[in-house]
């Protein structure tokens, strides 16, 4: 056993083959490029092996403190309230471990670079400049307007000065607008090119949903040029956040903010018994009391049952809550 704790490297998890092998392929990948600590894969929902397995292979080599870092882009239900539930549920089965648990990938300068090396590489593909061009940037979508934010947050940021005609955010489920409206819009703005940006970190279905509809709708308007960029893919600069996450959370440096976030706001309603509107500071910006290994919890109770509920439809045919906008904007700052 190596003197540095093991990394759980948890990602969402998806039906699709592809995109399972993939997350497994990056994490063996960033194992190889750090032999001094086991690098463990594990997913949340839909597929093997499971957080639970991963904790309790980590306890089998005989650690008792561990480092887990949800693989995720933007900080939503997934990664504020399902994750450190199962964590939690890693804890009550195996008292006296010890988890450090870190942030999401978020609104990063790395991610940023990337994406404009990605717009460069792009036009190089292409005789029409970007004056003339669309970005359209899509997200995965949410059921937590946090998160969503972020989304157009890192878009913008990632617009400013670069010269692109125009800028439309759209989704590829749970929150408005989708892909078609965002489609639309992108036509209001009479482009000679557009280039469709999917800010998913590996392939799946809704990756492959979204070359899809660029492909319809290149068929649709033959006339414009329409260039859809590949995911982020196994990309080194991941290994470069995966390994500032790991160290925020091993060194209780977690940072984030909550004050616009609905699972804070629910339960200070529930135990201060405010209103949305003055609702009180936590005083320090980490995440959503889960017991980061800080020393102290805010007393969320989560609760330990497994059944997620999310409603999310993950490429399968369950049907769709958010279907309408208006359902969308009735539910949204619901919380489990």
Same mark, same amino acid.
């Not at 032999?35 to 980590?58: K, M, N, Y």
């Not at 882009?73 to 009550?92: G, P, S």
């Given at each position: 056993m190596t003197d540095q704790q093991p990394l759980l490297l948890v990602g969402h998890g998806t039906r699709d083959a592809d995109g399972r092998q993939t997350f497994l392929d990056f994490a063996n990948a960033f194992q190889a490029s750090d032999l001094s600590r086991p690098v463990i894969p594990c997913f949340l929902e839909l597929t093997d092996p499971s957080i639970q397995a991963g904790v309790d292979l980590c306890v089998e080599k005989g650690y008792r403190e561990m480092t887990a870092l949800p693989v995720l882009l933007f900080a939503a239900r997934h990664n504020k309230y399902d994750v450190t539930n199962e964590l939690d549920i890693a804890r009550q089965r195996h008292p006296g471990i010890k988890i450090h648990y870190g942030r999401h990938f978020g609104v990063s300068p790395l991610l940023i670079d990337l994406w404009r090396d990605r717009l460069a590489a792009a036009d190089q593909q292409s005789d029409i400049p970007r004056e003339e061009s669309v970005l359209l940037f899509v997200g995965r979508g949410a059921s937590d307007p946090d998160a969503n934010g972020d989304v157009y947050k890192l878009a913008r940021l990632l617009w =400013?000065?670069?010269? #692109?005609?125009?800028? =439309?955010?759209?989704?590829?489920?749970?929150?408005? %607008?989708? *892909?078609?409206?965002? #489609?639309?819009?992108?036509?209001?703005?009479? %482009?000679?090119?557009?280039?469709? *940006? %999917?800010?998913? *970190?590996?392939?799946?279905?809704?990756?492959?949903?979204?070359?899809?509809?660029? =492909?319809?709708?290149?068929?649709?308007r033959p006339d414009v040029q329409i260039q859809s960029l590949a995911e982020i893919g196994l990309d080194p600069i991941l290994f470069d956040l995966v390994r500032d996450r790991a160290q925020e959370a091993q060194t209780g440096q977690v940072m984030m903010n909550c004050e616009t976030c609905k699972f804070r706001r629910a339960v200070s309603q529930q135990l201060v018994g405010l209103g949305q509107d003055d609702l009180p500071s936590h005083g320090h910006s980490h995440d959503h009391g889960h017991d980061h290994a800080h020393g102290h919890d805010h007393g969320h109770a989560h609760g330990h049952g497994h059944g997620h509920g999310h409603g999310h439809a993950h490429g399968h045919d369950a049907p769709d809550p958010y279907a309408q906008e208006a359902d969308y904007h009735d539910r949204v700052w619901q919380v489990p």
């Amino acid at each position: 056993m190596t003197d540095q704790q093991p990394l759980l490297l948890v990602g969402h998890g998806t039906r699709d083959a592809d995109g399972r092998q993939t997350f497994l392929d990056f994490a063996n990948a960033f194992q190889a490029s750090d032999l001094s600590r086991p690098v463990i894969p594990c997913f949340l929902e839909l597929t093997d092996p499971s957080i639970q397995a991963g904790v309790d292979l980590c306890v089998e080599k005989g650690y008792r403190e561990m480092t887990a870092l949800p693989v995720l882009l933007f900080a939503a239900r997934h990664n504020k309230y399902d994750v450190t539930n199962e964590l939690d549920i890693a804890r009550q089965r195996h008292p006296g471990i010890k988890i450090h648990y870190g942030r999401h990938f978020g609104v990063s300068p790395l991610l940023i670079d990337l994406w404009r090396d990605r717009l460069a590489a792009a036009d190089q593909q292409s005789d029409i400049p970007r004056e003339e061009s669309v970005l359209l940037f899509v997200g995965r979508g949410a059921s937590d307007p946090d998160a969503n934010g972020d989304v157009y947050k890192l878009a913008r940021l990632l617009w =400013e000065g670069s010269g #692109f005609k125009g800028l =439309e955010v759209c989704f590829s489920g749970i929150t408005h %607008p989708r *892909l078609d409206p965002g #489609f639309d819009r992108v036509w209001t703005w009479n %482009p000679k090119r557009v280039v469709v *940006l %999917p800010h998913f *970190l590996f392939t799946g279905v809704l990756v492959k949903r979204i070359q899809d509809t660029a =492909e319809r709708q290149q068929r649709h308007r033959p006339d414009v040029q329409i260039q859809s960029l590949a995911e982020i893919g196994l990309d080194p600069i991941l290994f470069d956040l995966v390994r500032d996450r790991a160290q925020e959370a091993q060194t209780g440096q977690v940072m984030m903010n909550c004050e616009t976030c609905k699972f804070r706001r629910a339960v200070s309603q529930q135990l201060v018994g405010l209103g949305q509107d003055d609702l009180p500071s936590h005083g320090h910006s980490h995440d959503h009391g889960h017991d980061h290994a800080h020393g102290h919890d805010h007393g969320h109770a989560h609760g330990h049952g497994h059944g997620h509920g999310h409603g999310h439809a993950h490429g399968h045919d369950a049907p769709d809550p958010y279907a309408q906008e208006a359902d969308y904007h009735d539910r949204v700052w619901q919380v489990p």
